[in-house]
Nanobody, 123 residues
Framework: QVQLVESGGGLVQAGGSLRLSCAAS????????MGWFRQTPGKEREFVSGISWSGYSKYYSDSVKGRFTISRNNAKTTVYLQMNSLKPEDTAVYYC????????????????WGQGTQVTVSS
């Protein structure tokens, strides 16, 4: 049974940092493209960042580029999202997802999802 479990969310002031983790089990993480998405009430889930199975290729949405960094440790079956210079508009539930194919930015392209972790940035 595949499980993705996010952690590391919380409340932080604007300008602060958080590091999200996504622990994977039940799959060979090293063969999956991994993505982070976020969602706020009433809005569609949006792509934030993605990383290739090797960790060599990384992708970011324009809204987080230069502030967020994605990384992975396949040996520890964990994917990370380091979030710096946080803004109130970064407030959302953050989800990690696994895609057995390659680069994917659409929700429909992902095979497995975690339950999400809340990030709240106060002004």
């Amino acid at each position: 049974q595949v499980q993705l479990v996010e952690s590391g969310g919380g409340l932080v002031q604007a300008g602060g940092s958080l590091r999200l983790s996504c622990a994977a089990s039940g799959l060979n993480l090293g063969t999956y493209f991994m993505g982070w998405f976020r969602q706020t009430p009433g809005k569609e889930r949006e792509f934030v960042s993605g990383i290739s199975w090797s960790g060599y290729s990384k992708y970011y949405s324009d809204s987080v580029k230069g502030r967020f960094t994605i990384s992975r440790n396949n040996a520890k079956t964990t994917v990370y999202l380091q979030m710096n210079s946080l803004k109130p508009e970064d407030t959302a539930v953050y989800y990690c997802a696994a895609n057995v194919r390659s680069l994917a930015t659409k929700v429909s392209e992902y095979d497995y999802w975690g339950q999400g972790t809340q990030v709240t940035v106060s002004s």
